[in-house]
T-cell receptor, first 112, second 113 residues
Framework: TQLLEQSPQFLSIQEGENLTVYCNSSSVFSSLQWYRQEPGEGPVLLVT?????EVKKLKRLTFQFGDARKDSSLHITAAQPGDTGLYLCAGVWPLGTDKLIFGTGTRLQVFP | DSGVTQTPKHLITATGQRVTLRCSPRSGDLSVYWYQQSLDQGLQFLIHYYNGEERAKGNILERFSAQQFPDLHSELNLSSLELGDSALYFCASSASRDTEKLFFGSGTQLSVL
């Protein structure tokens, strides 16, 4: 069982639709990061959420950290084909170590 | 371009063999992380080095070893290769000891036949 579970595993939508990706854990994290990985490339950091309840916006992407710091969500408004990729959440576990572990991933495909 | 260079990009080898994957971090970055990515296991943390010292270890097999050299480049050695070792191996670097922001290379695709 993975410590960071993401849902859905796969998402296939049309351009212009909205979507939400979830990252859940039974453990508390000091912060969570979101990465996007495109085919043939390594993950690229999108955002880090640090405070429980925090909401961060990056253009059409909205990230939220749960109040209890056990979960996070990524909402994309009006998805575009350029949003296609693998979305990964990540957090340091165990707390106080240097181990950045990644979630199970959500593979998003946006069709024109 | 993340500034992290991994070589080779592709590697095809046979079971039982040994290979070395190389990573050059971004200029000035002291931390190097190695990850393994496979379809069934996702992105798995292997090991972290900071300024030449091992800082954290994940579920890295005993057949695997790594080191970070004085010039800060790192190598991941995989020996007695098995079919199940086929995966994408990523290196990432960061400026500091913590995991605030990792920059990933493009990976080495290892195929064990």
């Amino acid at each position: 069982t993975q410590l960071l579970e993401q849902s859905p595993q796969f998402l296939s939508i049309q351009e212009g639709e909205n979507l939400t990706v979830y990252c859940n854990s039974s453990s508390v994290f000091s912060s969570l990061q979101w990465y996007r990985q495109e085919p043939g490339e390594g993950p690229v950091l999108l955002v880090t959420v640090v405070t429980g309840g925090e909401v961060k916006k990056l253009k059409r992407l909205t990230f939220q950290f749960g109040d209890a710091r056990k979960d996070s969500s990524l909402h994309i408004t009006a998805a575009q084909p350029g949003d296609t990729g693998l979305y990964l959440c990540a957090g340091v576990w165990p707390l106080g170590t240097d181990k950045l572990i990644f979630g199970t991933g959500t593979r998003l495909q946006v069709f024109p | 371009d993340s500034g992290v260079t991994q070589t080779p990009k592709h590697l095809i080898t046979a079971t039982g063999q040994r290979v070395t994957l190389r990573c050059s971090p971004r200029s000035g970055d002291l931390s190097v992380y190695w990850y393994q990515q496979s379809l069934d296991q996702g992105l798995q943390f292997l090991i972290h080095y900071y300024n030449g010292e091992e800082r954290a270890k994940g579920n890295i097999l005993e057949r695997f070893s790594a080191q970070q050299f004085p010039d800060l480049h790192s190598e991941l050695n995989l020996s007695s290769l098995e079919l199940g070792d086929s995966a994408l191996y990523f290196c990432a670097s960061s400026a500091s000891r913590d995991t605030e922001k990792l920059f990933f290379g493009s990976g080495t695709q290892l195929s064990v036949l």
